[in-house]
């Protein structure tokens, strides 16, 4: 079913189910920041069970789009909390790493600085893995 917003058309989501993060937003951009038809779009958009998030989750979303700091990451909503850093995965490779080192090269040691260039990079893999664009 589609439902008609004001000027706006809010289509249902691709799976049928729910919007995805790009979707919401798509369907949002419609709208102008502020307004009236974008807060009656989010009320709709929960309403209708197309997003599982509250309003200011939405529109912490639009304003992430907005200032285009993060790219919008076509992952699945999450209410527990943001995305963590590291996988336990990525967490175990960075304890091997020490430990592979530190028994080739004793006296080796890391700083902070190897550290956030590890994360760093596990991010951007991560990111690109998604699809993201990244700097």
Known sequence: KTVQLIDHLLEPPENGDQYTRIEAVKNLRK???GSYERKQMMDQ???LGYTPVNV???QRLM???SKGEVPIRDIPWNSGGPVPLLSDADIDEFIDMLG???KKN???SYDS???KEFIISKKKDRL???GCDTP
Request: glycine share 4%; no cysteine; hydrophobic share 25%.
């Open 128 to 130: 690109e893995s998604e």
């Open 45 to 47: 958009m929960i309403y």
């Open 63 to 65: 304003e992430q789009d």
């Open 31 to 33: 709208t102008t920041l």
């Open 100 to 102: 592979t080192t530190t």
């Open 106 to 108: 004793s006296g080796v």
């Open 113 to 115: 600085k190897s550290v």
């Open 56 to 58: 200011r989750t939405l």
